[in-house]
């Protein structure tokens, strides 16, 4: 049994080896990519299913592994920007904003743990 069922799908005709319609071109992947993300991925992955571990990460041990290893993997993923010689998938420019804001809070904050600072500015609770 058959059925002549017109379809909307076109086969592919000619173009460009590696050349997908729906996607555009194929990338070629660079040496260090193909391993180093998806490595630093599953590894901050597996940090964050750490991280309710030990009472919800309330030992000085979860806290000392914490402290080590998130700002371990951060650096890692800078170095490997560096040594490949990309940028940052998203610009400074297109963040400036909320970093400027983040940047005033950590100002105000170390502003509130000045020890020789008048007492006006400082809030009552510190």
């Known amino acids: 049994m ?5 379809s909307s799908a076109r086969p592919h005709r000619g173009g460009a080896e590696g050349e997908c319609r729906a996607a ?3 990338r070629a ?5 193909a391993i180093e993300r998806p490595a630093l991925f599953w590894l901050l992955v597996a940090g964050l299913a750490w991280v309710p571990l030990w009472y919800g990460s309330n030992d000085l041990i979860a ?3 914490n402290a080590v290893l998130f700002p371990g993997l951060a650096i890692l993923y800078e170095l ?7 940028g940052h998938p998203i610009g400074i420019r297109r963040i400036a904003v909320p970093a400027a804001l983040f940047a005033a809070v950590v100002a105000f904050i170390g502003a ?7 007492m006006p500015p400082l809030h009552p609770i510190w």
């Open 24 to 26: 555009g071109p194929v």
């Open 63 to 65: 806290w000392g592994v």
């Open 112 to 118: 509130q743990n000045l020890t020789f600072a008048p």
């Open 80 to 86: 490997s920007l560096l040594l490949r010689g990309d």
């Open 2 to 6: 058959t059925a002549n069922v017109p």
């Open 29 to 33: 992947v660079q040496s260090g990519e």
